[in-house]
């Protein structure tokens, strides 16, 4: 997704993203923006425990928590509505500096889906090392597939 959203100019290296997860996404796209120089600002539920946060601050974001159970992040968005209503704060705050947030939404961008058939598909299949119709594979919250299901 972040390497589409550079080369298409949608994001660039001067900008910082804004996204939302309960965890293994922000792991990933930490790591992912880090190496292609995007900064991120990860805004995750405080229910994910000081580990998990510690992490992914390690990893190289900037760690926004978030009170699970106020009624915007049980809105029809969810995270991902809080990650948009905070990325539209900072861009109103910080609009004089010059800096400009981009919301990244996982579940939305098909960008999301086509990387997961393109890498994590092949990944699989190679590491099984041979013919096979289907796997078993145990999820975070899957909330991926519940929206693409």
């Known amino acids: 997704m972040l390497e589409s959203m550079l080369k298409c100019g949608e994001i660039t290296e001067e900008e ?3 996204t939302a997860s ?4 922000a792991q990933g796209v930490t790591v992912v ?3 292609m120089d995007p900064r991120i600002r990860i805004t995750v539920p405080e229910r ?6 510690q992490l992914i601050r390690i990893y190289g974001a900037e760690v926004h ?3 699970s159970t106020t009624s915007s992040s049980h809105s029809s968005g969810g995270y991902e509505a809080v990650a948009k209503e905070f990325s539209k704060t900072l861009n109103s705050q910080e609009q004089k500096h010059g ?13 999301n889906s086509i990387s997961h058939h393109v890498t994590a598909d092949v ?3 190679r ?4 013919s096979t119709r289907g796997y078993f594979d145990v999820v975070g919250t899957s909330r991926l597939l519940k929206t693409k299901v």
């Open 33 to 35: 923006a880090v190496l």
């Open 99 to 111: 800096r400009k947030y981009v919301s990244l939404n996982q579940f939305c961008d098909h960008r």
């Open 127 to 130: 590491q099984l090392n041979r």
């Open 123 to 125: 990944e699989i299949a």
């Open 16 to 18: 910082t993203i804004v």
């Open 22 to 25: 309960g965890g293994n996404f």
């Open 65 to 67: 928590l978030y009170d």
């Open 48 to 53: 994910i425990g000081e580990k998990r946060t």
